[in-house]
């Protein structure tokens, strides 16, 4: 396995909040890997870092080997990261295929003038959804009316629409109810069988056990464990997170 | 059903009083009296049609009509002074644009709220076209070629017309064919979103108040052909009435959502209103309460919508 991503010593403050005092993160390509740790680890944070939201105070990115600089959102993104944000990802106002193209609209040219292409956006939209199993209709149905699963799905289809190899999802089940859940679990089974490396916050036990290939443990701005998920039951995952039990654990 | 009441209602609503003018109020069916209507209805549209690009963005513009005064008298004073028609128009659509360059760059730069920023350029705008004419208007026996910018007709149709139309048609098509478009857009309904999908929302911010000020130029231009004068006060009624029709327009078409075919068709019934209502013999001071009406009904309609936007300061 190769190594897609990789985080080294990343700091930030907020002030005098020290939200990362020198984070890893190694993901490798292909897997599902988990980011857990309790509420203030530092997760969101090292996530903003890695998507270009923030900037860090200290610390090393490198996608595949190469290192980076992701001072901005379009420059994670062109680096093939995209990230799906908890709350704010969406324009709940605006229609499906514009939330799935927002930012890399396709155009057509009417006697010379780049124009928006609808029709091309709407089919591709159709297409995208339908790699991922999941059915709507309409769309030029508006965000807001889909359902919680739904609009992961149109999230990770805008993801898919940047070609993003790493996919980070920061708690997609955190306000959705158990069939949705199983629904954006299904999702992101669907994204590793079709090559996306995903990163998946989570403070769900069941989730990151079900999906996640390893799991990183962040504590106080520090990773704590990096692991694989293999023989861990939730009930040991959140003891590690809570505890913060040590690397012996870890059976590789 | 309901949809169509929430997209169409305004529109009939402003079709039923065109008619019921047409058939009550005196002289309003006149040609001059339409000519009258479609000429305050072609500077009101170009003017809210510059807030709309604003407002999509969910910003907002208070200096529009004190920069087309301004535009006015530097475009008057000039002409007045000798310099030739063309460069005296290009000056006063450079300065107003100029107007709402700076209220972008005080807004997405040094970050002053447009609420603040706009009313502080508006009071400066004012200051300073009663600075260039003393107080005074600027009148003249200017070039006539001039004047048919706004008293030409082409076909039988008032040149005017054509600037309406066109300027409607080109707004149109940028906001709903274009990237730009869509991209103020997300701008004005999802910041936060629209900036993580890699929009340069900061820039279609300034954008869309550089706008509102090159379509204030282009008003105060016509305004001052067809008055064959410029006064530093010339477009100050716009203000609530461009706003007005905004407002209006957003109850239309797209509910909630500043869009161009509402802002026309809304500054076309304020014009019909206020021309109608004063040849029904109503007093004046109830045009100025119709119009306070207007703002606050239509915001009331869409308000679920704008409690996000620019009105939640
Ligand atoms: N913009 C900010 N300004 C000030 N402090 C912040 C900011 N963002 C995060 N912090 C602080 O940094 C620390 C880490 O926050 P972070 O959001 O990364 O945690 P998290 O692991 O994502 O927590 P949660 O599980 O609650 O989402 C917290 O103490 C938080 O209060
Ligand atoms: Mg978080």
Known sequence: MTEILSVHGAKKSYGAVKALRGADLV???????????????????????VSG?????????????????????????????????????????????????????????????????????IAKS???????????????????????GQRQAVAICRALRWKAEIIIMDEPTAALGVRETEEVIKLIRRLKE??????????????????????????????????????????????????????????? | MRGFVAKYGTALAGLAVLVFFLFFARNFASSANILNILKHATFLTILATGFTFALLTSELDLSFANLASLAAVVTGGLIAGGTAWP???????????????????????????????????????????????????????????????ARGKFFGVPVLIFFMLGVVFIAWF????????????????????????????????????????????????????????AAP??????LLNGIAAVLLGMTMFEPGRPNV????????????LGNGLVLFGAPYYLQDIMLGVIVIASVSVSASVLKKAAFSV
């Not at chain 1, 080997?65 to 605006?94: F, Y």
């Not at chain 1, 959804?129 to 889909?146: G, W, Y």
């Not at chain 2, 075919?261 to 014009?271: E, H, M, R, Y």
Request: glycine letters at 12%; one cysteine or more.
């Open chain 2, 87 to 149: 460069l005296a128009a290009l000056a006063g659509l450079g300065i107003a644009s100029a107007g709402g360059l700076a209220n972008g760059i005080l807004v997405t730069a040094i970050k002053v709220p447009s609420l603040i920023t706009t009313l502080g350029t508006a009071a400066i705008a004012n200051g300073i076209a009663f600075m260039i004419t003393g107080g005074v208007a600027f009148v003249g026996r200017w070039d006539p070629l001039f004047l048919s910018l």
């Open chain 1, 27 to 49: 993901v490798e390509e292909g897997e599902v890997h988990a980011l857990c740790g309790d509420n203030g680890a530092g997760k969101s944070t090292l996530i903003k870092l």
């Open chain 1, 53 to 121: 939201v923030e900037n860090p105070d200290g610390g090393e990115i490198a996608v595949r080997g190469e290192k980076v600089r992701l001072s901005n959102p379009h420059a994670a993104l062109a680096a093939g990261i995209a990230t799906i944000h908890q709350d704010l990802g969406l324009a709940p106002g605006m229609m499906i295929y514009q939330n799935i193209f927002m930012g890399s609209e396709l155009q057509k040219h009417l006697l010379g003038i780049p124009v928006l292409d609808r029709s091309a956006m």
């Open chain 2, 261 to 272: 075919a509402g802002t026309f068709v809304g500054a076309l019934i304020i014009s019909v």
């Open chain 2, 233 to 238: 006060q010339m477009a100050g009624d716009y």
């Open chain 2, 174 to 229: 940028v906001t709903k064919q274009t990237k730009l478009g869509v991209h103020m857009l997300a701008t004005g309904e999802a910041q936060e979103a629209a900036h993580r999908a890699g929009i340069a929302t900061s820039r279609m911010k300034l954008i869309g108040l550089t706008l509102s000020g090159v379509t204030a130029g282009i008003a105060a231009v016509l305004l001052v052909a067809n008055l064959s004068s």
């Open chain 1, 126 to 148: 159709q297409e995208f959804l339908v790699s991922l199993n999941s059915v709507m209709r309409d769309m030029k149905a508006r965000v807001e009316n889909l359902s919680g």
């Open chain 1, 194 to 252: 079709n090559g996306v490396t995903v990163i998946l916050i989570s403070h769900s036990m069941h989730d990151v056990t079900a999906v996640a290939d390893r799991v990183t443990i962040l504590r106080n701005g520090r990773t704590q464990i990096s692991r694989s998920t293999a023989g861990l039951t939730p009930e040991k995952l959140s003891e590690l997170i809570v505890e913060g039990g040590t690397d012996e654990d870890d059976p590789d």
